[in-house]
């Protein structure tokens, strides 16, 4: 990523939080305009959508069902960021690693529940890291473009799981391109069940344990990004190749590893929509969620608490999306899709455009005063 | 070589400047880059800008050459005020200029770069051999040989500035600036150099150097206008002025050309060098079977001009590049083998690298200063535990070392590249002196760094010398060698051409070995 | 033999049909990157393209219309890409992403909203698409031995845009490497400080690049939408922009071997609707989503270096900020 350092410097939270969100008002701003052209009314959409995520239990753990996924896909992205790669191969990463999962549950059916489930977590990282490795290492080794290699690999990925689920993990006697059931130990519990066994009541949704591996995920991931000598490699791998050859620290070893971390974390959307929700294997069931992680980790700063909000933002809109097109059949999950892009757009490739206006009016307003003021 | 006596003798107002400045001012955010800036060039005559890294020659000549706009001032041309509003603007009333940084399109022949920009028609090929036909005009008056039809990513730096002399002439410049422009030659090319600048000059051509060399301004000036901190401090005819003189206006006080030390008191033999080659990223053979050896308690200078495999040399040694051929060892262990050769072995070994180029290897300029002070040592148990970096054991010590040397502003966690170039310096120093090695590298240690700056640095290696500490020196500039150096090796073209103590060297002997001259008297 | 050779020159006739929008976009990103822009939303400009020119055809019933709006489109998402990474110096891959991620959202959302059709726009019939064009006596020599067939089935009968697709491969080469602009473009690419203070514009050299690019762009996609194809239908493009852009890494940013690189592909996906269901002796029948993959792999492949290093254009994928 390009740096521009603003003309003068503005405290951390007109940088991290005030620009962000001016991005993203502007790329909803655009979005409304789009809705206003196609003949609805944006507010009304606005109202729906933002109903349709929170209105009621049910609804917050859909939308945070959700989430999970942009969880991980974000978290993926933005370890490769901070090593200098763009890993746009998430969807085949976590179509892969859901692989993984189904393969743990269709074999290991006869298994006690907890060991299944750490082996299919175990699987889900391990295919995923498996697919991300092969661009990684072309990368790392002989300069192969990680961008095209992983684009490559998403449409391989594809080709490769129609043909398992058209000619060899087809349930028998059955028509639809999909797996036999897993094996019930195999299924991560739902937190309406966890909760309902303590004896409390929340809405019946597809939010599962998964939810609680992706904050943990979070976590670990900031403390070994900020914390461990094996994130600062990584971190100066990304920001300066020829420093870290000075230090001693090997560029092509720490592109590998960030890929396998990237791929292993975009596989475990295997275990939330794998173990957790559908219960089988089927077709496309990463369904772009691969992509909407370059929006959260562009919108989050690639920092795991950003990514955090920036993935409630995109479940939101998910599972708002969704109840919406039932109130306007026109605003499917396609505008989902636009809102998306837009945010990429303004919140990564544009966001020089209102960074210096946003720290001048800032500084103007403050009075001029600079939080530090530059040696020279 | 005779000195032309310039128009400075015609009587006043009788021809206008071919260039005048008038109270040019610029800022760039709070920085004065340049303070009402007034001063006139003669037609025809040479004219020095002489100034410290950071004294704002650069910025006056993009305003001139119209990079930036000037936030008050008027420029004249020949006595006329004329406003520049662009490159394109400025060739237009014959103003060229030749870059630090060569402006060229590497993959492009010298006839493709020279017509760029000025082709005179939507198709290549009439312009190209209308382009064919002035260069040999050109190359007639001014004795400027150069292949039109020679790829200029083939050629060597020498002759690519020649390009970029053409392509100025070649749009019609009247006035040439150059901008450092003998930084990456060897003494043979200057003097070629030198003598097409004169040739331009006596066939009427105004020429502007900016330099912060006293030597070319002494040799080849006929004016020279000295600044220091964004403002003209002085105005003087090269004739009546003097070196000393010039160095003192440029420093704002007298200069110390000397740092005090008493002689080296030498011990073991720490690191030794035999037939050691090295080819750069391109398979270049850029060091070719060198020997030399380093005693604790000594600093050994390599001196020579840019390029000649200075570079690849200290990369080599420090772990970074690898080595094609030689014998390397250290305190009396041989460290050839290449499982041997990565940078974290060598600084575990007790080696020390301050890097040439700090600000593309020494230091991450986006990390946080505290970050960028742990740089190739994060793995050290002082900084680390067996899965957690020790963040408060990190901040104070970092703390404390940027107290030490005096690192301003005294904040380990701002950004790595809020920090001026001398204190980004230290920052290194500091980390790479702190582990007590037992050899350090050190590579330019003071290139972009202020005076201030460059003498506690300097006495800084002193010091560790003083503490019995062997110090391997690689820079450009000779009054640095002469200055630190207990004896001194010169390299041209990958070789050594010889080695001199210090007390026996002097700057003549030393320009002579760094243009490939081989010395029977060395010492 | 008969067999084989009406089974070659289908086969060469398909690979025409399918290497068209591949030459086009190629071409289209070896403008963008000669100029120093990298531009993966190749994919989303076919896309973009393919949408509106299949919409204002079905509107207004004309094929040139839709043309039109395709080549205005495009060009205006080039023009996006153009304000966000020349303009303002944003990272030119995530920009490209999400150009390519936005139009495949918009496209199915407009649809879904004027056309009511699930998301893809009516059939565009009659004078709304461009119909291959027939050269004189094809049907007469049809019957000639060799030369008949050769001649109906592989020069005459196919679209303006394949045509068109051939002549632009000349007429690139020409542009770039013998005319003032080509040269200004080599040299913004390799060089943009160069250019710079040769007092020409880099910005400028490079919105002109994109304009170039966003033209052949919306030629390929209308071609998709109206002239291969009957109408818009979601994600048409179906990762022809980035084979396009490998087709372009795989030419080393060359005009001829970009072409050939693109009929590679081509007839990759000629043999591969060939080859479905066809048991071939000794190895059984192939999976037809192994086929499919093929061109995929072969990027891989081709990137991994094994045949031949690639050398991008020095400044591509950088802004150009001046030095103080």
């Known amino acids: 990523m390009s740096v521009i350092a603003p003309p003068t410097q503005a405290p951390r939270w007109v940088t991290h939080v005030l620009v962000p969100v001016s991005n993203l008002i502007v790329a909803f701003f655009i979005a409304g305009i789009i809705i206003a052209v196609i003949g609805e009314d944006p507010f009304e959409a606005m109202r729906l959508l933002v109903v349709g995520a929170f209105g009621a239990p049910d609804l917050i753990g859909f939308t945070l069902y959700y989430t999970t996924n942009f969880i991980f896909t974000g978290l993926a992205v933005s370890i490769a960021f901070h090593c200098g790669l763009f890993n746009i191969g998430g969807e085949g990463q976590a179509y892969i690693g859901g692989l993984g999962v189904g393969l743990v549950g269709l074999a290991l059916g006869g298994w006690p529940a907890p060991i299944v489930i750490i082996v299919a977590i175990m699987a889900s990282m391990l295919f995923g890291a498996a697919w991300a490795f092969i661009p990684g290492y072309l990368q790392a080794k002989r300069g192969s473009h990680v961008v095209i290699t992983t684009i490559m690999f998403n449409f391989l990925a594809s080709a490769l799981m129609t043909y398992l689920l058209v000619e060899v993990l087809i349930e028998s006697g059955q028509q639809a391109p999909q797996s036999r059931e897993l094996a019930e130990n195999a299924w991560l519990p739902f937190m309406h069940d966890i909760f309902g066994a303590l004896g409390m009541e929340i809405g019946q949704s597809s939010l599962n344990l998964s939810f609680v591996i992706a904050l943990i995920a979070a976590f670990l991931v900031w403390v070994f990004m900020w914390h461990t000598r094996w994130g600062y490699e990584i971190r100066t791998v990304g920001a300066n190749q020829a420093a870290a050859i000075y230090a001693g620290i090997s560029p092509s070893r720490n592109i590998v590893l960030a890929m396998l971390i990237s791929g292993g974390l975009a596989g475990m959307v295997g275990i939330n929509e794998i173990a957790g929700v559908h219960h089988k294997l089927i077709l496309d069931f990463p369904a772009g969620f691969g992509f909407v992680g370059i929006a959260v980790a562009l919108m989050g700063r690639n920092h795991p608490l950003g990514i955090f909000f920036a993935s409630l933002l995109f479940g939101m809109l998910y599972q708002g999306g969704s109840e919406l097109s039932f109130d306007i059949p026109t605003i499917t999950r396609d505008m989902v899709v636009v809102i998306q892009g837009l945010v990429i757009l303004f919140s990564g490739a544009m966001e020089h455009v209102f960074r210096p206006h946003i720290v001048r009016a800032y500084l103007r307003l403050s009075g001029g005063r600079s939080a530090a003021a530059p040696a020279e | 070589m005779t000195t032309k006596e310039t128009d400075a003798a015609s009587p006043p ?49 993009s305003i001139v050459y119209g990079y930036y706009q000037a936030d008050a ?11 520049i509003t662009g490159p394109q603007n400025a060739l237009a009333r014959g103003i060229g200029m030749v870059h630090q940084h060569f402006m060229l399109v590497e993959p492009f022949t010298v006839l493709e770069n020279v017509v760029l920009g000025v082709e005179g028609g939507r198709l290549l090929a009439p312009s190209l051999e209308h382009a064919r036909g002035e260069l040999e005009r050109l190359e007639r008056d001014y004795a400027l040989e150069v292949d039109p039809d020679a790829v200029v ?30 930084g990456v030659l060897t003494p043979q090319e200057v003097d070629q150099l030198f003598d097409i600048l004169r040739a331009l000059r006596d066939q009427g051509k105004t020429v502007i150097l900016i330099t912060h060399k006293l030597r070319e301004i002494m040799s080849l000036t006929d004016n020279v206008t000295v600044m220091r901190q964004g403002e003209v401090v002085a105005n003087v ?32 033999t720490v690191l030794s060098v035999q037939n050691l080659s090295v080819r750069d990223g391109q398979g270049v053979r850029r060091v070719k079977g060198v020997s030399f050896y380093v005693r604790a308690g000594e600093i050994v200078g390599i001196a020579g001009v840019a390029g000649n495999g200075q570079s690849e040399l200290l990369e080599a040694l420090a772990g970074i590049r690898p080595i094609e051929d030689g014998l390397i060892r250290f305190k009396g262990e041989e460290i050839t083998a290449a499982h041997m050769r990565d940078a974290r072995r060598m600084r575990e070994l007790g080696m020390g690298h301050v890097p040439e180029d700090r600000q593309r290897m020494g230091l991450v300029v986006s990390f946080l ?149 081989r010395l029977d008297s060395a010492a | 033999m008969e067999e084989f050779f009406t089974m070659l020159v289908l086969m060469l006739d398909a690979t025409l049909r399918v290497a068209t929008p591949l030459i086009l976009a190629a071409l289209a990103g070896l403008f963008a990157e000669r100029s120093g822009v990298v531009d993966i939303a190749l994919e989303g400009k076919l896309l973009g393209a393919a949408f509106a020119a299949a919409t204002v055809a079905a509107v207004s019933n004309s094929a040139w219309l839709g043309l039109g709006a395709g080549i205005g489109f495009s060009v205006a998402l080039a023009m996006v890409h153009g304000y966000a990474c020349i303009t303002h110096k944003g990272d030119q891959v995530v920009s490209g992403m999400a150009i390519n991620i936005l139009v495949a959202g918009l496209g199915p959302t407009l649809a879904l909203a004027w056309f009511h059709q699930g998301g893809q726009t009516p059939r565009v019939e009659g004078s709304g698409r461009f119909h291959p064009w027939n050269w004189p006596f094809a049907e007469t020599l049809e019957d000639v031995p060799v030369i008949g067939a050769l001649y109906s089935e592989i020069i005459s009968g196919h679209n303006m845009f394949v045509y068109l697709a051939l002549i632009a491969v000349p007429i690139t080469a020409w542009v770039v490497y013998k005319t003032r602009f080509g040269l200004r473009l080599r040299a913004v690419g390799e060089s943009p400080e160069a ?50 852009l490998a087709a372009l890494i795989f030419g080393k940013w060359r005009p001829w071997p970009t072409m050939f690189a693109c009929f590679l592909f081509a007839f990759t996906d000629a043999v591969q609707t060939r080859l479905q269901g066809v048991d071939i002796p000794g190895i059984g029948i192939i999976p037809v989503q192994f086929i499919q993959a093929l061109p995929f792999a072969l990027t891989v492949i081709l990137l991994a270096g094994f045949v031949g290093k690639a050398v991008a254009p020095r400044a591509s994928g950088l802004p150009y900020i001046k030095e103080r």
């Open chain 2, 369 to 517: 200063a505290n970050e960028s002070s742990i740089l190739g040592h994060h793995y050290d148990p002082k900084y680390t535990g067996p899965i957690l970096m020790k963040q408060g054991a990190i901040l104070q010590d970092v703390s404390e070392k940027m107290d030490r040397f005096d690192v301003r502003p005294s904040n380990p966690l701002l950004r790595t590249s809020s920090f001026s170039g001398g204190n980004q310096q230290k920052i290194v120093l500091v980390r790479e002196m702190d582990q007590n090695p037992d050899l350090l590298l050190v590579g330019q240690p003071t290139r972009g760094v202020d005076i201030g700056a460059i003498e506690f640095i300097h006495k800084r290696l002193i010091a560790m010398r003083d503490a019995g500490k062997a110090i391997l020196l690689v820079s450009v500039e000779l009054d640095e060698i002469l200055s630190l150096s207990d004896r001194i090796i010169v390299m041209f073209d990958g070789g050594i051409v010889g080695e001199v103590a210090q007390a026996d060297a002097d700057e003549r002997m030393l320009g002579l070995m760094m243009a490939g001259e």
């Open chain 3, 195 to 244: 250019v710079d203070t040769a007092g020409i514009s880099v910005s400028a050299m490079r919105f002109q690049a994109l304009i170039v690019t966003g033209v052949l762009c919306g030629m390929g996609g209308t071609y998709l939408s109206i002239a291969q194809n009957a109408g818009f239908l979601r994600n048409m493009s179906a990762g022809q922009g980035f084979i396009a």
């Open chain 2, 73 to 83: 001032g008027d420029i004249l041309v020949n006595g006329t005020p004329v406003k």
């Open chain 2, 13 to 61: 107002g009788a021809q206008p400047p071919a260039l005048e400045l008038r109270g040019i001012d610029k800022w760039f955010g709070p920085v004065h880059a340049n303070n009402k800036i007034s001063f006139a060039v003669p037609k025809g005559t040479i004219h020095g800008i002489i100034g410290e890294n950071g004294a704002g020659k650069s910025t006056l000549m």
């Open chain 2, 153 to 182: 990513e083939t050629l060597p730096v020498g002759i690519r500035q020649r390009v970029e002399i053409l392509k100025a002439l070649y749009r019609g410049a009247d006035i040439l600036i150059l901008d450092e422009p003998t």
């Open chain 2, 237 to 268: 005819k090269t004739a009546e002025t003097s070196r000393e003189q010039l160095a003192e206006l440029m420093v704002g006080r007298s200069v110390l050309l000397r740092v005090e030390k008493t002689p080296a008191q030498p011990g073991d």
